[in-house]
């Protein structure tokens, strides 16, 4: 069974920087775009980054120059470093991937890590 496990989530100061992890499980032929998606208090889910196989990125406007999406494909994990935080950047922070499993491709999500900033 396929699944991705979030961490690194936590409390940080305004202006302070955080490194969010996400790690694949399960058997897993090749773990295509993967990316990060985040859900703030009130507010629908959103997306922030997203990454190809070939390291290709894709920001939200919001986080652009703050934020870093990076992948290992030798261990099928995505990273999203996060610097001059704010409180905007409060949320829950969800990994997303489009998995591919003997053939058949599915998108998976973690199950979130809260990111608090006050104000």
């Known amino acids: 069974q396929v699944r991705l496990v979030e961490s690194g989530g936590g409390l940080v100061q305004p202006g302070g920087s955080l490194r969010l992890s996400c790690e694949t499980y399960?058997?897993?032929?090749?773990?295509?775009?993967m990316g990060w998606y985040r859900q703030a208090p009130g507010k629908e889910r959103e997306l922030v980054a997203v990454?190809?196989?070939?390291?290709?990125?894709n920001y939200a406007d919001s986080v652009k120059g703050r934020f870093t999406i990076s992948r290992d494909n030798s261990r099928n994990m995505v990273y999203l470093q996060m610097n001059s935080l704010t409180s905007k950047d409060t949320a829950v922070y969800y990994c997303?991937?489009?998995?591919?499993?003997?053939?058949?491709?599915?998108?998976?999500w973690g199950q979130g890590t809260l990111v608090t900033v006050p104000p």
């Open positions: 399960g058997s897993i032929s090749s773990v295509k775009t």
């Open positions: 997303n991937a489009d998995i591919d499993i003997q053939g058949y491709v599915m998108d998976y």
């Open positions: 990454i190809t196989r070939g390291g290709s990125t």
